[in-house]
């Protein structure tokens, strides 16, 4: 009787453990869980939402007011936000001013401009588009820059939407 009451009190303490462990495991593992579950749910829910939030802020943005742009150099371009796009404001060299979106219309890689070769360029898949248009001459793109409006004032550049 005394080796059986020893017996089933080995049992009892080593089942305790067992069960704490067991616990705990269960906790590691919801606790784990719950933060694998953030770390992959809030890129997920960025990526949802950002299109949202990027849509609304371009139906806001109309027009941009860029200080001091008035003294880019002839023949050099710049780059500026317009709403939650990247554009490009070009001087070219007869005086003449160009912006337009820098978005690539085939996968929406950012354009640059090249001053030597008188082209915005995609580097993504090598498109080429008219520094003076927009217009898509060579590579994949598919269509058309989106052009702007320029207005040069004494102290800034506006850039509104045609
Ligand atoms: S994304 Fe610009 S050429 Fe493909």
């Known amino acids: 009787m005394n080796h059986s009451a020893e017996h089933s009190a080995e049992k009892i303490e080593g089942q305790e453990p067992l069960m ?11 606790g784990v869980g719950m933060c694998y579950a953030a770390a992959i749910g809030y890129p997920v829910y960025q990526y949802l939402a950002s299109p949202i939030s990027r849509a609304s802020e371009a139906v806001a943005v109309n027009q941009v ?11 050099s371009a710049m780059m500026f936000k317009f709403g939650a796009k990247p554009g490009i404001l070009i001087h070219h060299a007869d ?7 820098a978005v690539c219309t085939h996968l929406a ?9 008188n082209r915005l ?37 506006v850039v509104s939407k045609v």
């Open 121 to 157: 360029f995609c580097a993504c898949h090598g498109g080429v588009y008219d520094t003076r248009t927009g217009a898509n001459v060579a590579g994949p793109p598919p269509k058309p820059l989106q052009a702007y409006k320029v207005t040069v004032e004494p102290t800034s550049v």
């Open 65 to 75: 007011s860029l200080p001091d742009a008035n003294k880019l150099e002839k023949g």
């Open 95 to 101: 005086d003449t001013w160009v912006a337009m979106e």
């Open 20 to 30: 704490s462990r067991r616990a705990f495991s269960q906790v590691l593992f919801t």
């Open 109 to 117: 890689c950012t354009v640059q401009y090249q001053a030597e070769q």
